[in-house]
């Protein structure tokens, strides 16, 4: 155990912990250069596009120190955005140590700060890397300053690195030998392992993701899953060394994968502890903290037939995404589906992203909420995280909603832009704090449901892609919430209705008014589109009736002979209407639930 190294790499976003981990890969030998390619631990498509880290990737690797030692690096990479910390946090329960990334450009920003009190929560070593030290406007003095007051670390220890051009990556491998601990366990005691993470093979069933803390894992002996209670054999175990390599055993302090024929998604919990059916532990891990969801939003699939088959991929994506929940719904409009909590938009996105490219499913999502208090005046408390389950505006004596804590880092020049854009979103106590020469920290306090929107993509348009955003939540306050609601045809769209502050109530309602008006293909009669609150309309939008000439046959003459073929197909088109009933088209529910941000 003298000889393992458990250790991750945190940052925040685009501060290069994938090119660093693909460094210390090719360092190590792990992967010949016919084989390597850039960001190797990011396995999937959606991953590689857009250039983020989604999934904590783990890969085992050898490494011969200076003084001639030979040492097993177990390292873990971890995402960078606020809306995967439910990764980071189950990486760093694997762990001794981590590599606290810093760019040398950007310095310290909102989410360096995020992971680093997540690390000192698990009580981790934490080696502190400034990263890019090749850039023009890399000011290696300016970012050891904030280290040491930002983050209460020693900047005389801080590795200097260019993971991009394979500078100081010598320094990094010697530091994680000296500096990080080895792991600590007991080799004779029952096992103990964590499972971490999990992954479905269509060959081979359930893949877990361990980390033994005491005892070993064996091929061939009988397991047991402490959460479930459920005894299984393990058919193979091994170490990840970016292809399954299997070794017959997995000894204490390693990091490692086990395959024990787990058919059925049900039978895994990520968390859980595994040990041994003849000799099990006393207690179980402490496990992870549930993560909770934020935004929600209903999830049905374009074709009723599919229903099916979204059940079953979303059994899957939850085995791979432990923060992914939901419950059945079901809508008139739209048939049954889902309603799904995330932990962000950005997580929303990756989620309806997977079912559409993993599991070939064509879906419909409906606009995302928060979770609101609602208080009603016979006293009774309801927490509601869907508008169809709203109650009659009368009912109701009070509504809170969620508030966050907005950290936002940004040079100087745009503090008053940023400022503004606080005061739109309903922020609250917005004050600011100088971090270092040009770099300001903007603290507000502001509904969760005001970010939710398009809040992350202004602050970059006003910062210049400079600013950076990091969240805590705060507490539930009182508020101002009405639901409105979509008229067609003077019919209520239940799959349109949403939960909005009464300030924005009126130019959200338009918002669907126009968009329904320009997808709505036309009629033989006037189509009127409302925007309603209880029984007052705030928005309205008319689709115009299919209208024949029926004067063309009408040369000159009087002009009551115009009037009156006029009136006779007026009548007509009004008997239309009494009988006629508005299509919907799948079209108008697409453009109508992209979110203002699409728009």
Do not use: W
């Not at 670390?153 to 500078?167: G, H, R, V, W, Y």
């Amino acid at each position: 155990m003298e000889h393992i190294r458990n250790f991750c790499i945190i940052a925040h976003i685009d501060h290069g912990k994938s090119t660093l981990a693909d460094r210390l890969i090719q360092a190590c030998g792990a992967v010949d250069d016919r084989k390597f390619r850039d960001q190797i631990l990011d396995s999937m498509d959606i991953e590689r596009e857009r250039g983020i880290t989604i999934k904590s990737n783990t890969v085992t690797l050898e490494y011969t120190a200076a003084d001639g030692e030979a040492y097993q690096l177990n390292l873990i990479d971890t995402p960078g955005h606020v809306d995967f910390s439910h990764e980071v946090r189950r990486s760093l329960m694997s762990c001794e140590g981590a590599l606290l990334l810093v760019d040398a450009s950007q310095g310290v920003e909102a989410q360096t700060v995020a992971n680093l009190y997540l690390a000192m929560e698990y009580e981790l070593e934490l080696v502190p890397v400034i990263n890019k030290i090749d850039l023009p406007a890399a000011d290696i003095d300016r970012v050891s300053e904030e280290i040491d007051a930002d983050l209460g670390l020693d900047p005389f220890e801080a590795i200097q690195c260019s993971a991009k051009n394979n500078i100081g990556i010598d320094g990094v491998l010697e530091a994680i030998v000296e500096k990080l601990p080895p792991p600590s366990g007991d080799p004779e005691a029952p096992l103990k392992a964590l499972v971490f993470d999990a992954q479905y093979d269509k060959y081979r069933g359930v893949v877990m993701l361990v980390r033994v803390q005491d005892g070993v894992i064996r091929k061939g002996e009988s397991i047991r899953l402490m959460y479930t209670g459920a005894d299984h054999v393990v058919e193979e175990v091994g170490y990840l060394k970016l292809e399954k390599v299997a070794t017959g055993t997995l000894e204490t302090g390693s990091v490692g994968y086990v395959i024990a024929g787990i058919k059925t998604i049900q039978d895994i919990n990520i968390g859980d502890t595994m040990t041994e059916t003849e000799r099990p532990a006393k207690e179980p891990i402490p496990g992870y903290r549930e993560a909770k969801p934020v935004v929600y939003s209903s999830i049905y699939p374009m074709s009723s037939e599919d229903y099916g088959d979204l059940t079953k991929a979303l059994d899957k994506l939850k085995l791979n995404d432990a923060a992914l929940t939901f419950t059945k719904v079901s809508s008139a409009a739209l048939g049954f589906g889902f309603r799904c909590g995330f932990l962000g938009l950005l997580h929303l996105d990756i989620v309806q992203e997977r079912l559409e490219r993993e599991f070939g499913m064509s879906l419909l999502l409906s606009a995302p909420t928060v979770q609101y208090d609602v208080t009603l005046t016979n006293g009774e408390e309801v927490v509601v995280d869907n508008p169809s389950f709203f109650p009659d505006a009368g009912d109701v004596e009070r509504v809170e909603e969620p508030y966050i804590k907005a950290s936002i880092m940004i040079p100087e020049k745009f503090l008053g832009a940023v400022m503004e854009l606080c005061r739109e979103q309903r922020g609250e106590k917005t004050q600011f704090d100088y971090l270092a020469v040009g770099r300001v920290e903007v603290t507000s306090e502001m509904p969760l449901a005001e970010v939710l929107f398009d809040f992350y993509d202004r602050l970059k348009t006003v910062t210049r892609g400079y600013g950076s955003f990091d969240y805590d939540a705060l507490d539930y306050r009182a508020t101002d919430i009405v639901k409105v609601d979509i008229m067609v045809n003077k019919e209520r769209v239940d799959a349109l209705s949403q939960l909005v502050h009464r300030e924005k109530a009126r130019s959200r309602a338009m918002h669907y008014c126009d968009k329904l008006s320009s997808t709505i293909p036309k009629h033989q009669f006037k189509i009127p589109i409302q925007g309603t609150i209880g029984g007052t309309i705030i928005a309205r939008k008319t689709i115009n009736a299919f209208r024949k000439d029926v004067t063309a046959k009408c040369y000159g003459g009087d002009i009551t002979r115009k009037r009156k073929l006029l009136e006779k197909q007026k009548k007509g088109k009004q008997k239309m209407k009494m009988v006629g009933s508005v299509e919907i088209p799948q079209e108008a529910f697409i453009a109508v639930l992209k979110t203002e941000k699409e728009k």
